[in-house]
């Protein structure tokens, strides 16, 4: 907090005059991120297909991917709970819109035949899991040890979504 304080040039205990803890101030800092990886993600999907449900799944990987790739730091505070209060109503609600979104797309892959067989839950489970483990291995300077360049993890990220959802598809 007093490094915070420090480079926003105001006292070390200016923040909590604002917010009571420091949970309560990451918590406000994952709901501004969350904020903007949904708008990231929406304008992904403004992109895609309209046609195809499985390609608007995808642009939210891709959105998601993005996002996580060029905010590590924003992405880091989101996704590491014991720091926040994931419990908040902004964030339980905005990650329930996200997933709500995922699994109506994903049904309505299955439902155009889009899909192979499978359990709906499940496939979305599995893309959320890749696109964020994607996404903690370049936090976590984890893709040279992969042999994968720095510069281009986004890239090879985008082409293991690519393949994640040709293995899924009808």
Known sequence: ????????????????????????????????????????????????????????????????????????????????????????????????ELQQTMMHLMQSAADQGYLRPGDVAQYVLGARALAYGLARMRIDGQFDTWGVDAEQALCESMKVLDQFIKTIRA
């Open 1 to 96: 907090m007093r490094a915070l304080a420090r480079r926003i040039g105001v006292s070390p205990g200016a923040p909590f005059r604002h917010f009571q803890s420091r949970t309560a101030l990451l918590t406000a800092v994952a709901e501004e991120a969350q904020d903007r990886l949904m708008e990231a993600v929406k304008q992904t999907l403004k992109l895609a297909s309209e046609d195809d449900p499985l390609n608007k799944f995808r642009a939210i990987g891709e959105g998601f991917l993005r996002w996580a790739f060029a905010n590590p730091t924003h992405f880091q505070v989101i996704s590491t709970r014991a720091v926040i209060d994931y419990d908040s109503p902004g964030l339980r609600q905005r990650n329930n």
